[in-house]
């Protein structure tokens, strides 16, 4: 199994850019999680799917964020416009299954808006 | 909702010392206790996690155990050795049959040194 599947590793871009972040969860897992981590806040949940369905989006920091998974393969993290205090590093996390089940982290991608 | 303190926020021994690392919770529903592991510039991994009808969990040289009276759970490891050292987060989760809305701890920053 590959894991969760991030990309880009990097990102750099200019405030006011669209940034969109991806992610491939591990097949056959019917959750997935997108948190930030920074120095400051830790690591935070932003929102979360079951089956491609949003379930709770009570992290999301306002209206510049949104996030979809059109398929169970597939989420995506958008951030339009950016702003500077917005670069931290996003994982993207999938789990099997209902009830007390770890975490799989991706490999994140670090996003530095200048 | 779920509110998570550790500490220390970092913690620093000798290579075969022991090391703990504490952690309190806020929700007394609470269930699932998982630790994870972060080597810098990488992602959380999953080393160990006990449920709330568990006391006391061990694997090899780590432990983890759990006072629910007291909202308290701890990381032991014993016989550290250099790898040991990254960031270790506690997490603490109420299963609503939502999913797993994981509340992380701000991190414990190991250094095992020589």
């Known amino acids: 199994d590959a894991g969760v599947i991030q990309s880009p590793r990097h990102e750099v871009t200019e405030m006011g850019q669209e940034v969109t972040l991806r992610c491939k969860p591990i097949s056959g897992h019917d959750y997935l999680f997108w948190y930030r981590q920074t120095m400051m806040r830790g690591l935070e949940l932003l929102i979360y799917?079951?089956?491609?369905?949003?379930?709770?989006d009570s992290g999301m920091p306002e209206d510049r964020f949104s996030a979809k998974m059109p398929n169970a393969s597939f989420s995506t993290l958008k951030i339009q416009p950016s702003e500077p205090r917005d670069s931290a590093v996003y994982f993207c996390a999938s789990s099997l299954g209902q009830g007390q089940k770890a975490l799989h982290f991706g490999n994140g991608t670090r996003l530095t808006v200048t | 909702g779920e509110n998570v303190e550790q500490h220390p926020s970092t913690l620093s021994v000798q290579e075969g010392d022991s090391a703990v690392i504490k952690c309190t919770y806020s929700?007394?529903?609470?269930?699932?206790f998982p630790w994870y592991k972060q080597e810098l510039g990488k992602r959380p991994q999953l080393i160990i996690d006990?449920?709330?009808?568990?006391g006391e969990k061990k694997d090899q040289r780590i432990a983890v155990t759990l006072n629910k009276t007291a909202k308290h759970f701890s990381l032991h490891i014993t016989e550290t050795q250099p790898e040991d050292s990254a960031v270790y987060f506690c997490a603490a989760t109420f299963f609503t049959g939502g999913g797993n809305k994981l509340t992380f701890g701000t991190g414990t920053q190991l250094k095992v040194e020589l």
């Open positions: 799917f079951n089956n491609n369905v949003p379930i709770d």
């Open positions: 006990i449920r709330s009808n568990v």
């Open positions: 929700d007394s529903a609470s269930n699932y």
